[in-house]
């Protein structure tokens, strides 16, 4: 059997809800942003099953870069994580709530 | 296809000029500079980005409006110009503000990381491709959050740049996933080209889906209500100059893009604004920040919070100026976002001042400023003022502008009219909590003990430059409004 467009397009929606509730609902700031990444890539799946099925290779040249600036979302994220532990010795979201008025 | 690259090399002169100078910075900053302290280090990287950020002003200004470039992947039409011009204004604002204070670990990275997200906010002003405007986009988001989380000492900083980061991360993903649908539907990633194809084909359902993904996302950006959730931590902990950066420079540059992705440029058809429904969605947003913003402002007792949820309210007056801008061109909402970039990031100069002299960020820690610092007390004074929209200050007339550019079509016949309405209502509100501000700073006598506030030179100026500007374009409006 062959996949077409309609099944990649749900993949890349399920992929981006799960995700999305991911993102809402865990509590370590790790698989949150983990999350996070699942949405890009649902996004960066989308493009290249449009691009295949238009005959264009401008979305496959946009995944490449998509994945270049996850990289370095993932070293900024990150360090920005790594941070944060050392003044906290947490990554829970629950723990982070000294910012208030 | 051919390509002219020596106009694109001019196009990018500005651009390049940035990159290059934050590359020398890094250099001195290693070599040179090696054994100096912090507040030299800190004072020359900044005096280099200053200069690079000027004369990039320069040229950005001499070359002008060079129409499209690379065979329309970047479009520096006029409004491309007044914004990268007033972007290279408010990161010249920024640069300024932020010398003086020691308490940076790392100076050079931090003034080549502000380059960074200057040249990232340039090219968001001119991309005219999905793919050059997501780029643009997060090479302006990494450096804010890099720049949110900067003073390591202080745990707050690390966690309003985690909370930043996580928000704007997600933002990034629902655009990244409304413009891939755009690309499916319309099978370019040019906007332009996306245009004629949009007109073409009219109205499709999983335009609508694409549509609300890039509005959830720019409402994240924006900090517009219900996406708002992310702006008090972020503005509360981040470092000021940090703060003031976020909340100028890169509305600016954001909403410019924004008006972009929905209106097009002048020479092109509309692009999402053709869409039947978005002006319904972008209102509520409007509404709901502006009715959250200003509220919820109310009750706050740090100040860098209170100017977090006036950002929340400013930023649905601008949702309303991007209504208004279908119909009347970009002139009423770049005032708007220029008067209000430039009377935000100097209140936050004038407290990243104070916070170096051992203040907190209460409301209360601004008694007796007046004796304390008269400089400080009559630039905050200007500052807050604009941002409540008094006259003859650069707020007010960027408020009119809007709000005449919202009225004007059928007056009180339409919606959007009556959210320009409810706009002038709030307003007054918003003057409450400004004026709060503005009893402590020059009314309340000084706490017992309280010492006179030494200004650095260069944070001086630049407030006072700052201060300068809010009210010549207050009184000169058209010095603004003639390049539309």
Redesign the interface.
């Known amino acids: 059997m062959n996949a077409g467009l309609s099944e990649y397009?749900v993949l890349s929606g399920l992929l981006?809800a799960l995700?999305?509730f991911g993102?809402l609902l865990r509590k370590n700031?790790l698989v949150?942003?983990m999350c996070?990444e699942l949405?890009?890539v649902?996004?960066?799946l989308?493009?290249v099953?449009?691009?295949r099925f238009?005959g264009?290779l401008?979305?496959h040249?946009?995944v490449f870069?998509?994945l270049t600036?996850a990289a370095?979302?993932v070293a900024?994220?990150l360090?920005?994580?790594v941070?944060?532990f050392?003044?906290?010795q947490t990554v829970m979201v629950d723990e982070?709530n000294?910012?208030k008025? | 296809m051919n390509i002219d690259y020596s106009l694109f090399f001019r196009a990018m002169q500005p651009e390049s000029l940035l990159i290059e100078a934050a590359l020398a910075i890094i250099i001195l900053d290693l070599t040179v500079m090696r054994r100096k302290d912090l507040s030299a280090r800190l004072n020359v990287a900044s005096l280099v980005g200053a200069l690079a950020v000027a004369l990039a002003a320069v040229l950005a200004l001499r070359n002008g409006a060079m129409g499209e470039i690379l065979n329309g992947v970047l479009n520096l039409d006029t409004l491309a110009v007044a914004t990268r011009v007033g972007v290279l204004g408010l990161t010249l604002l920024v640069l300024g503000i932020g010398t003086g204070g020691a308490r940076i670990r790392n100076p050079a990275e931090y003034v080549v990381i502000v380059l960074c997200a200057a040249v990232g906010f340039m090219l968001m002003a001119s991309a005219q491709q999905?793919?050059l405007v997501?780029?643009a986009l997060?090479l302006a988001s990494?450096s804010l959050?890099?720049l949110a989380?900067f003073d390591?000492s202080?745990?707050?900083s690390?966690?309003?740049?985690?909370?930043y980061?996580?928000f704007g991360?997600?933002a990034?993903?629902?655009l990244?996933?409304g413009?891939?649908?755009l690309?499916?539907l319309t099978?370019?990633?040019d906007l332009p080209g996306m245009s004629v194809v949009m007109a073409a084909t009219g109205f499709h359902p999983m335009l609508a889906v694409a549509m609300v993904m890039i509005l959830v996302g720019f409402g994240y950006k924006a900090a517009a209500a219900p996406f708002h959730l992310w702006a008090?931590?972020a503005y509360?902990?981040a470092p000021a100059p940090a703060a003031a950066f976020i909340a100028s420079a890169s509305k600016l540059a954001g909403f410019v893009l924004f008006t972009r992705l929905l209106w097009g440029s002048a020479s092109q058809g509309q692009m999402l604004g053709a869409t039947p429904g978005w002006v319904p969605v972008v209102w509520l947003l409007a509404g709901a920040s502006m009715l959250v913003g200003n509220l919820a402002a109310l009750?706050?007792?740090?100040v860098r919070?209170l100017l977090a949820y006036s950002a929340i309210a400013h930023a649905g007056a601008l949702l309303l100026g991007v209504i208004a801008s279908g119909r009347s061109g970009p002139g009423p909402l770049f005032f708007y976002l220029t008067t209000y970039g430039i009377a935000t990031a100097g209140a936050f100069g004038v407290f990243h001042v104070l916070e170096n002299q051992g203040g907190a960020q209460k409301l209360k820690d601004l008694a007796g400023l007046h004796r304390r610092s008269p400089l400080l007390a009559g630039c905050l004074m200007v500052f807050i003022l604009s941002l409540a929209g008094v006259p003859p200050l650069s707020g007010f007339f960027g408020k009119f502008a809007v709000f005449a550019a919202a009225l004007s079509p059928a007056g009180l016949g339409s919606p959007t009219g009556w959210l320009a309405v409810f706009a002038i209502a709030m307003s007054a509100v918003g003057l409450y909590y400004y004026l709060l501000i503005l009893k402590e700073a020059l009314v309340r006598p000084a706490a017992a003990g309280a010492t006179a506030v030494k200004v650095p030179a260069a944070a001086a100026l630049t407030l006072v430059a700052a201060a300068g500007l809010t009210l010549i374009f207050g009184m000169f409006p058209s010095l603004l409004l003639r390049w539309f």
């Open positions: 397009l981006f995700g999305f993102v700031t949150i942003y996070l949405m890009l649902a996004s960066t989308a493009l099953a449009f691009s238009n264009a401008d979305g040249v946009f870069f998509i600036v370095a979302e900024v994220g360090a920005i994580i941070a944060l050392r003044k906290r982070l000294h910012l008025n | 999905l793919l997501f780029l997060e990494l959050y890099v989380g390591k202080r745990p707050e690390a966690e309003a740049g985690l909370k980061f996580l991360g997600m990034a993903a629902f990244l996933f413009f891939s649908l690309y499916g099978g370019t990633l008090p931590d509360q902990g009750a706050q007792s740090n919070r």
